[in-house]
């Protein structure tokens, strides 16, 4: 398993790069706080441009980054189980390269 927690408005992201099978799961705090600034439990366009900028996301990868894609229910938010869920794909994508 992938633990996700932000801790003192720091993301955290532990991957346990030796367990090509592990699974993502989000923490009740939020995946992304530190980049919701206005406290709403999602990120917004602007929001997760902040988060894209700072996360620098490899080329193969960037795809998957599209706001419109990772807004899977298309409210123009960006919830912590969507991020989570593209967090998932990519590690799926890292993992079968590797492999």
Not at 37 to 51: R, T
Not at 60 to 72: A, T
Request: aromatic fraction near 10%; charge should be positive.
């Amino acid at each position: 398993m992938i633990n996700i927690c932000c801790h003192s408005r720091i993301l955290v992201l532990v991957l346990p790069l030796v367990f090509p099978t592990a699974s993502i799961q989000a923490d009740e705090g939020g995946v992304y706080s530190a980049y919701d600034s206005n406290s709403d439990g999602y990120l917004d366009k602007a929001e997760f441009e902040v988060f894209l900028k700072k996360r620098r996301i490899r080329k193969p990868y960037r795809h998957l980054w599209v706001f419109e894609m990772v807004d899977r229910d298309g409210d123009q938010r960006i919830s912590n189980q969507e991020l989570v869920d593209t967090l998932q794909k990519e590690m799926t994508l890292r993992n079968r390269k590797t492999q």
